[in-house]
């Protein structure tokens, strides 16, 4: 009679959790993609160089397209996403931030077409109504890694908010 009432409690103590998530998800809305806001995709490069690179102890290199970006004009998502030739041996973990101003929403996942857990992209809002430097790293890792020093690749983009200044279509008059 014990066992069956240790299994009962072990199987509430395992739906609590979820439970606790499902009243999380509902209180704190998460967004998604949207035409009403424009989406700005930055383009992640990383690359396994074995020495002399940027990241990870020196034996990654990463780099952003655009390198510095500054948001104008109101909100926007950001999309981080790696460059096509990014190998499949990479994937996005998670993407944090700075933000004190709560401008930036929790990320937004998408998975492979697999539908596997290979992250190649991730979607963030941004609320930009205060002019702020915001600090980002972008978490990825190797999944062919035979480095026991380097778990993630930490890849850190510039990116700030200026709501006041109103994009312009084209330069001079």
């Not at 190649?120 to 890792?141: A, D, E, W, Y």
């Amino acid at each position: 009679m014990a066992k069956k009432d240790s299994a009962k409690n072990d199987s509430a103590k395992a739906a609590k959790p979820a439970a606790i998530a499902d009243k999380y998800a509902r209180k704190h809305k998460r967004h998604k993609p949207d035409s009403k806001h424009p989406t700005h995709r930055i383009e992640l490069t990383v690359a396994h160089v074995g020495f002399g690179g940027n990241a990870g102890k020196g034996h990654y290199f990463y780099s952003f397209a655009p390198d510095v970006v500054t948001f104008q004009g109101g909100p926007v998502w950001i999309e981080y996403a790696f460059e096509a030739q990014v190998q499949e041996r990479f994937e996005i973990v998670n993407v944090l931030t700075s933000d004190a101003f709560k401008q930036i929403g929790e990320p937004e996942f998408e998975y492979d077409k697999d539908g596997e857990k290979n992250v190649r992209k991730v979607f963030l809002f941004n609320k930009n109504s205060v002019s702020t430097l915001i600090f980002f790293t972008v978490l990825v890792r190797d999944r062919q890694s035979n480095y026991n020093d380097v778990e993630l690749i930490s890849c850190d983009p510039q990116v700030g908010n200026d709501p006041q200044i109103t994009p312009t279509k084209g330069k001079g008059k």
